[in-house]
């Protein structure tokens, strides 16, 4: 995984030997955060919605800045084809400019789905935990973004996805964890195949959010801000946001 070049954040590791960045700990101004990571494909099928989906990320960074708990929120974006990489590590929100995924993404290449998963969870496992190891309050979003199914992970089964995604529940360091796989497009047989993945990994829901149309990619914009919104929320009361009670949800 390539590391953006952040003057502030500093580099991490995982368990797992993933890098991540990261705010240093002895920088941060609240005393408990919401950590949230886009994972977002970028394989060479969503090329004629690049644009749009850099409008979706800026979407979900504005709406999240006018929130309340603005301030507890700390951001982390990646993106995956064959490889992954980080657009920018873990982030306080209200710290980013607006324009931040202007031109951000690279499109083309294969689509390394359970890599990409597993990676965001144990970035969000690692910071998460060296938060709490400071007296830090904290709880975890996480949205995975594709067309398609897997087809260049080197190795990571989904059961090692669900295993880790259990260990974080019952260490609880990290409050709560929701994750939430996003497909898109209408192909029935990719759509089984990314539900099958959403159940085999653990993930707590399945959005089926249609072709990547401007207004459906607004729609999803509006769901991430809502939800996270929603997971800021719950923090320190124990558990996840309901809006994701349902195995199967549509945008």
Same mark, same amino acid.
Request: aromatic share 6%.
């Given at each position: 995984?390539?590391?953006?070049?952040?003057?502030?954040?500093?580099?991490?590791?995982?368990?797992?030997?993933?890098?991540?960045?990261?705010?240093?700990?002895?920088?941060?101004?609240?005393?408990?955060?919401?950590?949230?990571?886009?994972?977002?494909?970028?394989?060479?099928?969503?090329?004629?919605?690049?644009?749009?989906?850099?409008?979706?990320?800026?979407?979900?960074?504005?709406?999240?800045?006018?929130?309340?708990?603005?301030?507890?929120?700390?951001?982390?974006?990646?993106?995956?084809?064959?490889?992954?990489?980080?657009?920018?590590?873990?982030?306080?929100?209200?710290?980013?400019?607006?324009?931040?995924?202007?031109?951000?993404?690279?499109?083309?290449?294969?689509?390394?789905?359970?890599?990409?998963?597993?990676? $965001? !969870?144990? %970035?969000?496992?690692?910071? &998460? #935990? @060296?938060?709490?190891?400071?007296?830090?309050?904290?709880?975890?979003?996480?949205?995975?973004?594709?067309?398609g199914d897997d087809n260049a992970s080197r190795g990571c089964p989904a059961s090692q996805i669900k295993a880790l995604i259990e260990e974080i529940r019952q260490?609880?360091?990290?409050?709560?964890?929701?994750?939430?796989?996003?497909?898109?497009?209408?192909?029935?047989?990719?759509?089984?195949?990314?539900?099958?993945?959403?159940?085999?990994? $653990? !993930?707590? %829901?399945?959005?089926?959010? &249609? #072709? @990547?149309?401007?207004?459906?990619?607004?729609?999803?914009?509006?769901?991430?801000?809502?939800?996270?919104?929603?997971?800021?929320?719950?923090?320190?009361?124990?558990?996840?946001?309901?809006v994701m009670q349902s195995s199967q949800l549509t945008i």
């Amino acid at each position: 995984m390539k590391i953006a070049d952040l003057n502030d954040t500093e580099a991490r590791q995982t368990m797992g030997g993933f890098e991540f960045s990261a705010a240093p700990l002895d920088e941060l101004g609240a005393s408990e955060y919401t950590l949230v990571g886009i994972v977002c494909d970028v394989s060479g099928s969503v090329s004629s919605w690049k644009q749009d989906l850099e409008k979706t990320l800026g979407t979900v960074l504005k709406a999240c800045k006018q929130h309340p708990r603005a301030e507890n929120l700390m951001l982390r974006t990646t993106t995956f084809n064959q490889d992954v990489d980080e657009i920018h590590g873990f982030v306080e929100l209200v710290t980013m400019d607006d324009n931040a995924f202007h031109d951000a993404l690279c499109c083309g290449g294969s689509t390394a789905l359970r890599e990409a998963t597993l990676s $965001g !969870i144990e %970035a969000v496992k690692a910071y &998460g #935990d @060296a938060l709490r190891d400071k007296r830090y309050n904290v709880n975890a979003a996480l949205y995975i973004v594709t067309d398609g199914d897997d087809n260049a992970s080197r190795g990571c089964p989904a059961s090692q996805i669900k295993a880790l995604i259990e260990e974080i529940r019952q260490q609880e360091k990290i409050e709560s964890i929701l994750t939430v796989l996003v497909g898109v497009g209408t192909n029935q047989r990719l759509l089984d195949l990314l539900n099958n993945f959403q159940q085999e990994a $653990g !993930i707590d %829901a399945f959005i089926r959010m &249609g #072709d @990547a149309t401007p207004k459906n990619l607004a729609k999803l914009g509006q769901f991430i801000s809502d939800s996270v919104s929603s997971q800021s929320k719950d923090l320190n009361s124990g558990q996840s946001t309901q809006v994701m009670q349902s195995s199967q949800l549509t945008i």
